[in-house]
């Protein structure tokens, strides 16, 4: 009998969540689909209570206890982890869970940083954010990105044997946006704007590699980066700087600092990743269970 493919996922968040829907709608059983709620609820409550929003009547580890049953096989099971966070909370987030989807055994293994685990060969497959692999791996060349296809064509097969397969469509952009005084009537801000643009862009420092990567150098030769202070949000820097790039949902805080909102630049999408350096007996199966999908997540230049 061949064990189970281990397959790297975030331990928390919305990258999590995207995986376990994308695998319950695959499996298309009552059990994933109970699976993806459970994890996902007790996920969310959990960084409500990190956040100080709730308040458990338990402490951490009999929360942890209740979650995690070693006696049922195929229960998810937690970890305690330090947060972040001031004073360093201990969080309750994803460890492991073994599902079946559509006769394969999966083993979702949960990572900090899964790409970063692909990268050192602990596995053959795994999600994480495209942002991270942007971060850390795509080459900066004069032009920016088309389209999450591209990504892969700017990864040096020296550095990493890790490719993009999929998206898994959970897309939240990164949006040029900027004061209303920046731009002349009928001016549109968007990447043709920025190519003509001398002054400063405000962003957050770990995304300069980032938004380098996706406008390109030659959008970028008169901009300079600027940085929020620890204590202003961004769109207020934004605001200040005049320009800026910033994950956004909604825009709707944009619009309270009397931002406006231009061109989408690059969706913040969890993707399928794989190693192809490494194999296993049930990989292609896996891998066809999310490859191909529709991600509605085309970068316009």
Same mark, same amino acid.
């Given at each position: 009998?061949? $064990?189970?493919?281990p ?5 928390? =968040? ?6 376990l829907?994308?695998? #319950?709608?695959?499996g ?9 709620d459970?994890? &996902? /609820? ?17 402490? %951490?580890?009999?929360?942890? #206890?209740?979650?995690? $049953? ?13 947060? +972040? ?6 969080r309750?987030?994803? $460890?492991? #869970? ?15 940083? %899964? ?10 497959? =795994?999600? *994480?954010?495209? $942002? ?10 004069e032009?920016?990105? &088309?389209?999450? &296809? *591209?990504?892969?064509d700017?990864?040096? %097969?020296? *550095?990493?044997?890790v ?5 898994l ?8 946006? =900027?004061?209303p005084?920046?731009?002349?009537p009928?001016?549109?801000? +968007? ?5 003509? !643009? ?8 770990? !995304?300069e ?10 959008t970028l030769? *008169?901009?300079? @980066?600027? !940085?929020?202070? %620890? ?6 820097a ?6 800026g790039? !910033?994950?956004?949902?909604?825009g709707?805080? #944009? ?10 630049? @690059?969706p &913040?999408?969890?993707v399928?990743?794989? /190693?192809t350096?490494?194999d296993h007996a ?5 891998l066809?269970? @999310?490859? =191909?999908?529709e991600?509605?997540s085309?970068?316009?230049?």
């Amino acid at each position: 009998m061949t $064990d189970p493919l281990p397959v790297a996922v975030p331990r928390k =968040g919305r990258p999590l969540e995207a995986v376990l829907e994308r695998i #319950a709608d695959a499996g298309r059983t009552d059990e994933l689909d109970e699976l993806a709620d459970s994890v &996902s /609820n007790t996920l969310r409550y959990e960084k409500a209570v990190t956040k100080g929003s709730v308040e458990a009547e338990e402490g %951490p580890y009999h929360r942890l #206890a209740e979650y995690s $049953d070693p006696s049922e096989p195929g229960n998810p099971e937690f970890t305690l982890l330090r947060d +972040d966070r001031e004073g360093k909370p201990r969080r309750i987030v994803f $460890d492991a #869970a073994t599902v079946t989807v559509d006769g394969v055994d999966l083993k979702l293994v949960g990572r900090e940083e %899964p790409f970063r685990a692909l990268r050192t060969h602990e596995f053959a497959l =795994g999600f *994480d954010s495209a $942002d991270l692999v942007l971060e850390e791996v795509v080459g900066i060349r004069e032009t920016g990105l &088309s389209g999450l &296809s *591209d990504v892969n064509d700017r990864i040096d %097969p020296v *550095d990493t044997d890790v490719r993009i397969v999929s998206g898994l469509g959970d897309t939240v952009y990164h949006t040029l946006m =900027g004061r209303p005084e920046a731009l002349a009537p009928g001016e549109k801000l +968007d990447r043709e704007f920025l190519a003509g !643009y001398e002054g400063r862009l405000c962003i957050s420092p770990r !995304y300069e590699r980032l938004v380098t990567a996706v406008l390109g150098t030659d959008t970028l030769r *008169d901009v300079e @980066f600027v !940085y929020p202070d %620890p204590e202003d949000t961004e769109e207020a820097a934004i605001a200040e700087a005049g320009l800026g790039v !910033y994950l956004t949902v909604t825009g709707s805080t #944009a619009r309270e600092n009397g931002l406006v909102l231009g061109e989408h630049l @690059f969706p &913040s999408e969890t993707v399928v990743m794989r /190693n192809t350096a490494e194999d296993h007996a049930h990989l292609d199966r896996a891998l066809a269970l @999310f490859d =191909g999908l529709e991600t509605a997540s085309e970068i316009t230049v």
